[in-house]
């Protein structure tokens, strides 16, 4: 079964506690994004990686690190988390498939809450 | 920057077609997308549009004009379950950074 997983689901955590959310896929997809959304802001990405190794920022990626180790992992950072980063966060993995059409597959989320 | 514009809330009627209008300036274009999120869940994706003209999936259609900056997605035979939030995403590049819009809720209702 085609599938993407976050861990964990939800946390709650206090402002400079580094925490890592981890993303894995299973569908061996060389694009992995991870976007965060907030009420009346819609979706926004924060980081997208082309495949292991090649990473590069989307339209919020400050305070934020990501890494591509592994073509399945792409894993999530918050050195130093502060309460303006609480939110509710998507992990997403695609391929452009070679007819042209496109697939992707969102995790089910990660509601952060940092006080 | 990127600019993607959606209603914020439409409501139809079971059985009817309803048109979710997404227009677009963006520094680019490389494609636009069209997702379904049910309140509490994950988007779920729809549709990929790259080129001009109108794409169906059964029950969902997704249009593009390119030089119009314009996008609609189209559900027919509405049902109860499309009641959901609708979002609009543009691809401005030829990598894989994303602009969504904020997304139209439809309430569907009997």
């Known amino acids: 079964e085609a599938q993407v997983t976050q861990n964990p689901r939800y946390l709650i955590t206090v402002t400079g506690k580094k925490l890592t959310v981890t993303c894995s896929q299973n569908?061996?997809?060389?694009?992995m994004s991870w976007y965060r959304q907030d009420p009346g802001l819609g979706l926004r990405q924060i980081y997208y990686?082309?495949?292991?190794?090649?990473?590069d920022k989307g339209d919020v990626p400050e305070g934020y690190k990501v890494s591509r180790k592994e073509k399945r992992n792409f894993p999530l950072i918050l050195e130093s988390p502060s309460p303006n980063q609480t939110s509710l966060y998507f992990c997403?993995?695609?391929?452009?498939?070679?007819?042209?059409?496109?697939?992707?597959?969102f995790g089910p989320g990660t509601r952060l809450t940092v006080t | 920057g990127q600019n993607i514009d959606q209603p914020t809330e439409m409501t139809a009627t079971e059985g009817a077609i309803v048109q979710i209008n997404c227009t677009y300036q963006t520094s680019g274009f490389n494609g636009l997308f069209w997702y379904q999120q049910h309140a509490g869940e994950a988007p779920t994706f729809l549709s990929y549009n790259v080129l001009d003209g109108l794409e169906e999936k059964g029950r969902f259609s997704s249009f593009l004009s390119r030089s119009k900056g314009y996008s609609y997605l189209l559900l027919k035979e509405l049902q109860m379950k499309d009641s959901a939030s609708y979002l609009c995403?543009?691809?401005?590049?030829?990598?894989?950074?994303?602009?969504f819009g904020t997304g139209t809720k439809l309430q569907v209702i009997p």
């Open positions: 569908m061996n997809h060389e694009y």
């Open positions: 990686s082309m495949n292991v190794e090649v990473t």
């Open positions: 995403a543009v691809r401005p590049g030829g990598y894989q950074k994303v602009t």
């Open positions: 997403a993995s695609s391929r452009i498939q070679g007819t042209g059409g496109y697939e992707q597959y």
